[in-house]
């Protein structure tokens, strides 16, 4: 999927970009971050939030995780805004029902950059 399919009015990070932990390695006192099963890569999340105005409150952070062997590092932040404009690339969207019974969404990708310009060619895009 494209950014601009999951994010139509763009988002904004509200959180750090920290690893995710893997449940089933980790033990008392040992971290162990969780890694792709497909990729292998290792799994980081940052949450963001959704600008479409007519989400509810509660609809519109959504955790992204993005897979890196390294941390990435968010766009800088921009003068004048209280949150950081953010985009991601190689998005893949999985459905699934969560705890509740309600049909939720993983977000996974592979980049995360600051906004290109309204107009600016899009390497990825184009190339799809």
């Not at 792709?36 to 890569?41: I, V």
Request: charged share 20%; with cysteine.
């Amino acid at each position: 999927m494209t950014f601009e399919m999951v994010f139509p009015h763009g988002c904004y990070i509200v959180g750090e970009v920290e690893p995710v932990k893997d449940f089933d390695a980790s033990t008392n006192g040992r971290f162990v971050q969780a890694r792709d099963k497909q990729a292998g890569e290792l799994v980081w999340q940052v949450t963001v939030m959704d600008a479409d105005p007519t989400l509810k409150a509660a609809q519109k952070t959504v955790a992204v995780k993005i897979l890196s062997p390294v941390q990435p590092v968010p766009p800088a932040p921009m003068p004048g805004l209280p949150f950081t404009p953010v985009e991601f690339d190689q998005m893949t969207v999985t459905p699934y029902v969560n705890g509740n019974g309600r049909l939720a969404y993983s977000i996974r990708v592979r980049e995360m950059r600051a906004p290109r310009p309204v107009g600016k060619p899009n390497p990825a895009k184009d190339a799809a």
